[in-house]
């Protein structure tokens, strides 16, 4: 199991950039599929974007695909996800979740570890 706490949030402009990072303890990050996730009020938890520890291999959803882009740094146990032209859209608590596995997936029932989510708010 890891613990994750997520920071980065904040409230931007339509069109602003803003990079979410999320810090990882408890155990190695290199071995962890992580993702993003986020949730608007009254809607359910969406996948964003993540990053399987092995290859490299990433995966986003189209909505952000091209906007957003998710890094790690296992050495230091973290991961960020860098979104640059925000939109209005993108309002939500941005969640960081793990999974012991390699491989990618969207579905958040996947996901074992989760951190406390960081409030991202763009206005228009």
């Known amino acids: 199991q890891v613990q994750l706490v997520e920071s980065g949030g904040g409230l931007v402009q339509a069109g602003d950039s803003l990079r979410l990072s999320c810090a990882a303890s408890?155990?190695?990050?290199?071995?962890?599929?992580v993702a993003w996730f986020r949730q608007a009020p009254g809607l359910e938890r969406e996948f964003v974007a993540a990053?399987?520890?092995?290859?490299?291999?990433?995966d986003y959803a189209d909505s952000v695909n091209g906007r957003f882009t998710i890094s790690r740094d296992n050495a230091k146990n973290t991961v960020s996800l860098q979104m640059n032209s925000l939109k209005p859209e993108d309002t939500a608590v941005y969640y960081c979740?793990?999974?012991?596995?390699?491989?990618?997936?969207?579905?958040?029932?996947?996901?074992?570890?989760w951190g406390q989510g960081t409030q991202v708010t763009v206005s228009s």
């Open positions: 979740a793990a999974r012991f596995q390699m491989a990618t997936t969207r579905y958040h029932g996947d996901y074992i570890d």
């Open positions: 408890g155990h190695s990050f290199k071995w962890y599929t």
């Open positions: 990053s399987s520890w092995r290859g490299g291999g990433t």
